[in-house]
């Protein structure tokens, strides 16, 4: 099926939004990622001071175990975004 001028441009902007829109995505996701390695970090020198950040741990404690969630979802949306650049683009990460 050969395309129209108007079909092939319209096929050239729809590919040009996917790929923006998943750089945008990993960007956000690497982002995220970096956000929560800062909060973990921050808890595990809480561990390593110990009984002198015993009370300011027990108030970090359920915001470090969000980060670690959010940390894993994050690495699984850049593997997935990963996988739609490699399928739509050939763009091997």
Known sequence: MILTPFERAQAGQERTALLSA????TREMVNLGHECDIQIT?????LLMGDAGKALRAEEKGITAEAMKDARMANQAIVALANTLDQAFGISA
């Open 42 to 46: 921050a808890f595990r020198n809480l």
């Open 22 to 25: 998943t750089i945008t995505a």
